[in-house]
């Protein structure tokens, strides 16, 4: 008789960061009470949209967010989920929400020393199709002194204690690191409803002969661009086979699957958006620190190290490439420094 093998031993989430935590004589618990309430958001907005066509939560909402986008219904639960799950953690102090104009604040929680960037639901032109979308985060620790500013967000991402995204796929995919740290992925089992690590250590391979870009612009890309794109595709020895292309239109999906095939991602500044369309605090810094933790690269049209770039006001906007180490090294062959 054939008998199941059960793995008695699984690590949940919260059993990694109890872990993690016991390895940091300073750690107060604040963390791992933060990362709770980030896993109940994940959980909360990935069983939404699963029911969203049958809740007759899909179409658009009628507001606008700040840049104009229409939002759709899901956005704005995905926002609020957020926002109630950072506000009841006591542990976040100011927030910024890809959906919200202003920061928030969570004065009423005087200890709380956590500043949290976020998209809820990022790639949501995509909600309606069923296609993936995601939930992209970065967390910074409150300056000495600070009760929580705009400012403790306007940092440069080498400066993120923790950072990640969850996507909403065939099944919900949490990829989380800290600083100076791996890069760890969890499977949420449905059934358990715990997030499972399924990808310890995670490492992106070194090189992979795919790209992912949105295409349809490229008549106001850069000559540069244009060039290295063209690489990809007519390769100059006879021998040399062209790239693949992939392309969700969903960052967190066409990321994360960079993140394990490898390859590279870009959304580059162009004519049209000179200062790129995806913004800095909470899709770009998040990325770049998953990416280059994982041991891969990311910059900005500049050719400047992502982790780097210091925003100015908290929706800023940056080109970016980001993937696999060569297939970094090769974007900057093509383009001089700026
Ligand atoms: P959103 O935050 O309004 O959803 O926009 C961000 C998304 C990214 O997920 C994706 O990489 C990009 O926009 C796709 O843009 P485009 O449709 O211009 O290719
Ligand atoms: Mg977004």
């Not at 969903?250 to 994360?256: G, Q, T």
Request: with cysteine; hydrophobic share 35%.
């Amino acid at each position: 008789v054939q008998v199941e093998q059960v793995n008695t031993d699984i690590i949940t989430l919260t059993r990694f960061l109890t872990e993690e935590q016991a390895k940091h004589v300073e750690a107060t618990g604040d963390f791992t009470l933060l990362c709770h309430a980030l896993q109940f958001s994940f959980k909360s907005i990935a069983y939404y949209i699963r029911r969203a066509t049958l809740i007759n939560l899909t179409g658009l909402a009628g507001s606008s967010n700040t840049t104009g986008d229409d939002q759709k219904k899901l956005d704005v639960i995905g926002n609020d989920l957020f926002v109630a799950a950072m506000r009841s953690s006591g542990k976040c102090a100011v927030l910024v929400s890809e959906e919200e104009e202003e920061a928030i604040f969570f004065p009423e929680h005087k200890g709380a020393r956590y500043a949290v960037a976020c998209d809820p639901i990022d790639g949501s032109s995509n909600l309606d199709a069923g296609v993936s979308v995601g939930t992209i985060f970065g967390i910074h620790k409150l300056a000495e002194g600070s009760t929580g500013t705009k400012e403790d967000l306007l940092r440069p991402g080498t400066e993120l204690i923790a950072a990640g995204f969850t996507m909403y796929g065939a099944s919900a995919q949490l990829v989380i690191t800290m600083r100076n740290g791996t890069v760890n992925g969890f499977t949420m089992d449905n059934a358990l409803g715990e997030f499972i690590l399924t990808h310890p250590d995670m490492k992106i391979p070194r090189s992979r002969a795919i790209y992912s870009v949105n295409e349809g612009n490229s008549l106001y890309w850069e000559d540069e661009t244009k060039a290295y794109f063209n690489s990809l595709k007519y390769p100059e020895e006879k021998s040399g086979k062209p790239y693949s292309s992939r392309y969700i239109g969903s960052m967190v999906a066409d990321a994360y699957r960079t993140l394990l095939y490898g390859g590279i991602f870009a959304y580059p500044a162009d004519k049209k958006s000179p200062k790129g369309k995806l913004r800095i605090l909470y899709e770009c810094a998040p990325m770049a620190m998953v990416f280059e933790n994982a041991g891969g690269q990311a910059l900005n049209s500049k050719m400047q190290r992502m982790m780097e770039v210091v925003p100015e006001s908290i929706h800023d906007r940056s080109g970016i490439y980001l993937g696999s180490y060569d297939e970094i090294e090769k974007v900057k062959s093509f383009h001089k420094t700026k």
